[in-house]
Each structure stands twice: as structure tokens, then as C-alpha cells.
């Protein structure tokens, strides 16, 4: 089992809609969680982080996490073309290091 | 603009050559990270430096040479390297290793071998 399992994708929503980006995970130990936003051939982007369950909102995104069912997932409302990229999640948590999901691609369509 | 700085953005070089990547923060980070990321693949973690001190070495093999000059700076020193070593390498900080603060990018170098 993966220690970070996303949906690789592509997840197609239409432009307005809301994208469900989710991330299971299996370290117990995880205390810290990020979202990253990665374009093709560039850098990831830090947009989220959230540190306890519930919900966190900022702008369009909404992060949300579970730490019983060991799961973190990030809402994005109002999509548009600019947010189709490569989303990552990452945490921290029983090992000092950041361990990445496989990331999913989003594909905001017209 | 990203607050950490990464030079040069491309890199070509030969199986023989010796060259060096350079990364640089102005955000008071104390932990600085060296990344490698392959195509469609999350990025790996290469060394992780905390304090100026080298704390992680995931392995890496010795073709690769991290160096921490002072809580600004770190480079990655690159000596007789592969194809496969073919990337692009990132570098990130963070406030302080172990703290679950967030780890920020930069830009990345795309690093061809030939």
C-alpha cells in the first residue's frame, strides 16, 4: 500500500463547476498536510496547508481533512481553465520529511 | 515571484563536466531541501540541510554533492552524472526541519545530460 494514494486522473469538470480533489493516507502519524499546485514543466506551487480536522477556506479552495478516516481533500469552487493543472498532496507527520501523493491532474474544460 | 531562487533554469552538460546548481532565500528559512523530479512523478527528496548542517541524505549517489554555505545558500555540486540524472531539480525551505511548517519552491533547474 501506498503511503500517499491519489487519484491520478484526469478529472474533467466544466469551467464554474466545483473540483473534489482527494488523498488517503496511511501514516497514523501525519500532523501536517499540503496541497501543491503543479503546472506542466514548472515548480510545484504551495496553496493549502491544514494542520487540524475540519475545514480550512481560502478564496476558491477549501481544504478539508479527517484524521479518523485518513483523508484530506481540497475543494475548488468556481473553476476555471487556469486552475487545470497537477494538484499534489504532502504531508509530514511520524518522519520529518514531506511524502507527495502521485498528484491528480485536474482539466477545467469551456 | 517566488521567494527562493534557483540558477541557472536550464542546464545542459556532458557525462564529464562539472557543474553547480545555486538556490538562495531571504525568508529567515533554517531548513533547505534539494528535490528531484522526473516527468509525470511527484518530486524525491535528495538531502535536506537543517542549521546549515546536512541532515537527510536520501541516498544519493556521491555524483551529487549538496553544500550549505550559510542559512541563504545551497548548492548542489554535479560531477560525472547520467543520463537518468536527467530532471528537473528543485530546491524548497522551510522555517524549521521536523516543524510541519509549509515547504516553499523555487523555480527549478531542467537539467539535461547528454
Known amino acids: 500500500q501506498k503511503e500517499v494514494e491519489q487519484n491520478s486522473g484526469p478529472l474533467s469538470v466544466p469551467e464554474g463547476a466545483i473540483a473534489s480533489l482527494n488523498c488517503t493516507y496511511s501514516?497514523?502519524?501525519?500532523?501536517?498536510f499540503f496541497w501543491y499546485r503543479q503546472y506542466s514543466g514548472k515548480s510545484p506551487e504551495l496553496i493549502m496547508f491544514i494542520y487540524s480536522n475540519g475545514d480550512k477556506e481560502d478564496g476558491r479552495f477549501t481544504a478539508q481533512l479527517n484524521t479518523a478516516s485518513q483523508y484530506v481533500s481540497l475543494l475548488i469552487r468556481d473553476s476555471q481553465p487556469s486552475d487545470s493543472a497537477t494538484y499534489l498532496c504532502?504531508?509530514?507527520?511520524?518522519?520529518?520529511?514531506?511524502?507527495f501523493g502521485t498528484g491528480t491532474r485536474l482539466q477545467v474544460t469551456l | 515571484d517566488t521567494e527562493v531562487t534557483q540558477t541557472p533554469k536550464h542546464l545542459v552538460m556532458g557525462m564529464t563536466n562539472k557543474k553547480s546548481l545555486k538556490c538562495e532565500q531571504h525568508m529567515g528559512h533554517r531548513a533547505m531541501y534539494w528535490y528531484k523530479q522526473k516527468a509525470k512523478k511527484p518530486p524525491e527528496l535528495m538531502f535536506v540541510?537543517?542549521?546549515?548542517?546536512?541532515?537527510i541524505n536520501e541516498s544519493v549517489p556521491s555524483r551529487f554533492s549538496p553544500e550549505c554555505p550559510n542559512s541563504s545558500l545551497l548548492n548542489l555540486h554535479l560531477h560525472a552524472l547520467q543520463p537518468e540524472d536527467s530532471a528537473l531539480y528543485l530546491c524548497a525551505s522551510s522555517g524549521v526541519e521536523g516543524s510541519g511548517q509549509p515547504q516553499h519552491f523555487g523555480d527549478g533547474t531542467r537539467l539535461s545530460i547528454l
Open positions: 504532502a504531508m509530514t507527520g511520524t518522519a520529518s520529511k514531506l511524502t
Open positions: 501514516d497514523r502519524g501525519s500532523q501536517s
Open positions: 540541510y537543517s542549521y546549515e548542517k546536512l541532515s
